[in-house]
């Protein structure tokens, strides 16, 4: 593909309301600073029905400049319509850098354009730079099972693309600035989107837990036991007004749901406080917990390596501690 310019783009997923889904947001924030190093402008691309709330959301948020695509058939996600819109604007304005949220849509989204464009794609990532001699990006993701972190280059191909992890980056401070907007009438004709959204069916623990804008995570590892484990978890959780967490094994246990569980495999988080109790701190859990802003391990074991990354320890049975610290916050 042609380069036209230095500019680097975010998508901006939106929800069927035409809201904007919040990775979007997150990633204008490393977007800002890595467009600048590339010499080019951060623009926003914002493709769904009626998605006026996204564009002024996008323009808050950082952006110098929206696209934006608006249509019926971008209502719904589907590969075809989005892949079609997005390949058409790439052609069109050649940016040489491209930032997607690695949510359900986007980490199918991502390698079909790629493709399309026979460029490559970093999938998964977890953190961002820029090598400032060449404009490259450095996208770096766990690999081997997330025993290291490799950091990918893309020095031949344009655009650069990549997909971020949800939660990994914090939003910004909305300002009120004025980002300049560009409509592109783009339509897909029903012919070229070959898939039909018959119904959705939503799995209701997925929506109920907020794992990544919870402010406050309570997590319980396989040193809860069981199921039954989770209940002073969940207890200090709501006297905190917090969120439950878990660890993988946790999870793969049948303890709890997968929509609980933080990690690699799980989501990334960066809560204002995060409870790890009876959790050992293996890298692929750190993987998803360690941004966050204070850091409490409960644990039996002193030498558990969840207490390498936390602000405070307290070496001790959680089922000794956590009802103690649960009627002490509610006396509080
Ligand atoms: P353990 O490692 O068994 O630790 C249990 C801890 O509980 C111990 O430290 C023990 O001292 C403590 N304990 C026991 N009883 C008590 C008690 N009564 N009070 C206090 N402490 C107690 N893991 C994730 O969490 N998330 C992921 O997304 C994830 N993705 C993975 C992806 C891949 C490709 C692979 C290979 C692994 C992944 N894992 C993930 C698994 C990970 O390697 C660990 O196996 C897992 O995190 C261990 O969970 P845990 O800490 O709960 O259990």
Avoid at 154 to 167: F, K, L, S
Avoid at 253 to 272: D, E, F
Wanted: aromatic share 4%; with cysteine; proline share 5%.
């Amino acid at each position: 593909m042609e380069v036209k310019s230095k500019d680097l783009w975010v998508f901006i997923e939106t929800k069927e309301d035409g809201s904007p889904k919040k990775v979007g947001l997150e990633l204008l924030n490393p977007g800002k600073d890595m467009a600048k190093k590339q010499g080019g402008a951060l623009v926003a691309v914002v493709i769904g029905c009626s998605v006026d709330a996204s564009v002024e959301a996008a323009s808050r948020y950082g952006a110098d400049t929206v696209i934006a695509v608006d249509g019926e058939e971008f209502k719904e996600y589907s590969t075809d319509a989005y892949t079609i819109a997005i390949t058409k604007l790439v052609e069109k304005y050649g940016p040489t850098s491209m930032l997607i949220g690695a949510t359900n849509n986007g980490r199918d989204l991502g390698p079909r354009i790629a493709c399309r464009l026979h460029t490559g794609l970093t999938a998964d990532c977890t953190a961002l730079d820029i090598d400032e001699e060449t404009g490259n990006v450095a996208w770096t993701r766990p690999a081997f099972g997330g025993n290291l972190m490799a950091t990918i280059m893309c020095p031949e191909h344009r655009p650069q693309m990549g997909t971020v992890r949800p939660g990994v980056f914090k939003m910004a401070e909305p300002s009120d600035r004025k980002a300049e907007v560009i409509h592109e009438d783009i339509s897909v004709p029903a012919e070229d989107i070959r898939t039909q959204v018959i119904e959705l069916i939503r799995e209701l623990d997925a929506e109920t837990v907020d794992l990544e804008g919870a402010q406050i995570i309570v997590s319980g590892g396989r040193g809860v036991k069981g199921p039954e484990g989770f209940e002073p978890i969940r207890a200090l959780a709501e006297a905190l007004g917090g969120t439950v967490g878990a660890s993988r094994a946790a999870v793969d246990s049948g303890w709890i749901p997968h929509a609980h569980q933080v990690g690699q495999t799980g989501k990334t988080v960066g809560p204002k406080l995060y409870i790890a109790c009876g959790i050992s701190g293996a890298i692929q859990h750190l993987a998803g917990m360690s941004s966050s802003d204070r850091i409490i391990a409960i644990n039996k074991d002193p030498d558990a390596p969840i207490f390498g990354v936390a602000d405070y320890g307290i070496v001790g049975d959680l089922f000794e501690v956590l009802p103690v610290l649960t009627d002490a916050i509610k006396k509080a």
